[in-house]
């Protein structure tokens, strides 16, 4: 039978970022089309390892004494552990941070895909010795992993530069299309349809945060703007700047991880802003596309590719404050991008041809015929 392990993830089924959403996606699928899938889950504190069955899918949970990056880093080792004594036909590895642990796979002869992700060692939230850490497991990863997936051309372009450009594939994330939702689910955050602007985004200077609540707050805007994210005065300095930046009008909710909330939130908004400056693909972006939302978006190649030429860009703060003059002002440019952000996703971003793609990689280095080879 073919088999994979997924490794990489704090678990399924998904309630925190884009690559549990996507190790989910991809988990269900495969399952569906015949393959024993199994997921590593991260259980904090102490505990035994345990399995169960979710939608036919493995979840091995296993657990970590040590917290922060150091229980990432145990874990990780763990999860290699009991994937090469698993033995199943192909690997695949959610992020490079602990890419060194792909030297395993290697000298057992396992088959092992590692996802790039983003340049996780650009990011200046992380300390100088984090950085290098990140640094040398991507040059790790690049040459330890069979094969590498790249989310956007621009990171695939990076990795060849690194002189791997043959291991390398282009497979962006997807997202479900919202394409209805309750407006009453809004009441409970004390927004109406209509009548807001969202931001989701995790509360780090590279997503721009301070820049955009600044610009909205610059002046009255006559709407809300419903900020998503856990913010804690009581730690980071960076959450003190911005929320001393924001407006009677901004609205800072907290985490939200219901999906279908979500979704209603995305789909009766007015318009959404990205400040992501680091990284591929962005799940967040892709949700609010595919929820038809008008996006305005920093300026930078990975925003460009994913958003296209319908969005809205800006490059500092006066640009966003003016960006966000024109779309509330503007009913048809909004209805416009709106439609562009719709259409762009549906053209690139949906989960079946992601997963797709996905699955055809997945047979290359089990050494078996893609669907397409074999129909031929």
């Given at each position: 039978?073919?088999?994979?392990?997924?490794?990489?993830?704090?678990g399924?089924?998904?309630?925190?970022g884009g690559?549990?959403?996507?190790?989910?996606?991809l988990?269900?699928?495969l399952?569906?089309?015949g393959?024993?899938v199994?997921?590593?889950?991260?259980?904090?504190?102490?505990?035994?390892?345990?399995?169960?069955?979710?939608?036919?899918?493995?979840?091995?949970?296993?657990?970590?004494?040590?917290?922060?990056?150091?229980?990432?880093v145990?874990?990780?080792?763990?999860?290699?552990w009991d994937?090469?004594?698993?033995?199943?036909?192909?690997?695949?590895?959610?992020?490079?941070n602990?890419?060194?642990?792909?030297?395993?796979y290697?000298?057992?002869?396992q088959?092992?895909?590692?996802?790039?992700?983003?340049?996780?060692?650009?990011?200046?939230k992380?300390?100088?010795?984090v950085?290098?850490?990140?640094?040398?497991n991507?040059?790790?990863?690049?040459?330890?992993?069979?094969?590498?997936v790249?989310?956007?051309?621009?990171?695939?372009?990076?990795?060849?530069?690194?002189?791997?450009?043959?291991?390398?594939?282009?497979?962006?994330?997807?997202?479900?299309?919202?394409?209805?939702?309750?407006?009453?689910l809004l009441?409970q955050?004390g927004?109406?349809?209509?009548?807001y602007?969202?931001?989701v985004?995790?509360?780090?200077?590279?997503?721009?945060?301070?820049?955009?609540?600044?610009?909205?707050?610059a002046?009255?805007?006559?709407?809300?703007?419903?900020?998503?994210?856990?913010y804690d005065?009581?730690?980071?300095?960076?959450?003190?700047?911005?929320?001393?930046?924001a407006?009677?009008?901004?609205?800072?909710?907290?985490?939200?991880?219901?999906r279908?909330?979500?979704?209603a939130l995305?789909?009766?908004?007015?318009?959404?802003?990205h400040?992501?400056?680091?990284?591929?693909?962005?799940?967040?972006?892709l949700?609010a596309m595919?929820a038809?939302?008008?996006?305005?978006?920093?300026d930078n190649?990975?925003?460009?590719w994913?958003?296209?030429?319908?969005a809205?860009?800006f490059?500092?703060?006066?640009?966003?404050?003016?960006?966000l003059?024109t779309?509330?002002?503007?009913?048809?440019?909004?209805?416009?991008?709106?439609?562009?952000?719709?259409?762009?996703?549906?053209?690139?971003?949906?989960?079946?041809?992601?997963?797709?793609?996905?699955?055809?990689?997945?047979?290359?280095?089990?050494?078996?015929?893609?669907?397409?080879?074999?129909?031929?």
């Open positions: 039978m073919r088999s994979i392990s997924i490794l990489g993830t704090r399924v089924p998904a309630r925190y690559f549990e959403t996507f190790a989910e996606a988990a269900l699928y399952e569906g089309r393959w024993r199994t997921v590593y889950c991260h259980d904090e504190g102490g505990g035994r390892r345990r399995q169960e069955i979710w939608h036919g899918v493995e979840l091995v949970h296993l657990p970590s004494r040590l917290r922060g990056a150091a229980g990432t145990e874990f990780d080792l763990k999860c290699t994937a090469l004594r698993r033995g199943n036909c192909v690997n695949l590895v959610l992020g490079y602990t890419a060194v642990f792909s030297l395993f290697r000298l057992a002869g088959c092992n895909i590692i996802n790039m992700d983003g340049l996780e060692w650009r990011r200046s992380w300390s100088r010795p950085r290098g850490w990140f640094y040398v991507e040059w790790l990863g690049c040459w330890l992993g069979n094969r590498l790249a989310d956007h051309p621009e990171i695939a372009r990076h990795l060849a530069s690194r002189g791997v450009g043959k291991k390398v594939t282009m497979i962006p994330y997807g997202s479900e299309p919202v394409r209805s939702a309750d407006p009453a009441g955050f927004l109406s349809a209509g009548g602007v969202l931001l985004a995790r509360a780090e200077p590279e997503n721009s945060i301070l820049e955009i609540v600044s610009a909205f707050s002046r009255p805007r006559g709407v809300k703007l419903a900020v998503l994210g856990a005065r009581q730690v980071y300095q960076y959450h003190d700047q911005v929320m001393d930046a407006s009677q009008e901004v609205m800072f909710l907290g985490p939200v991880y219901d279908t909330l979500l979704g995305r789909f009766h908004a007015l318009a959404y802003c400040g992501h400056r680091v990284g591929g693909t962005n799940p967040s972006l949700e595919g038809g939302n008008a996006v305005l978006a920093h190649a990975f925003n460009r994913v958003a296209g030429d319908g809205l860009f490059s500092n703060e006066a640009e966003c404050a003016a960006g003059d779309l509330l002002a503007d009913t048809a440019l909004r209805a416009r991008a709106g439609e562009a952000s719709r259409a762009r996703h549906a053209a690139m971003f949906t989960w079946p041809e992601v997963l797709e793609s996905y699955e055809r990689l997945l047979l290359e280095c089990c050494g078996a015929k893609s669907a397409d080879a074999t129909r031929r």
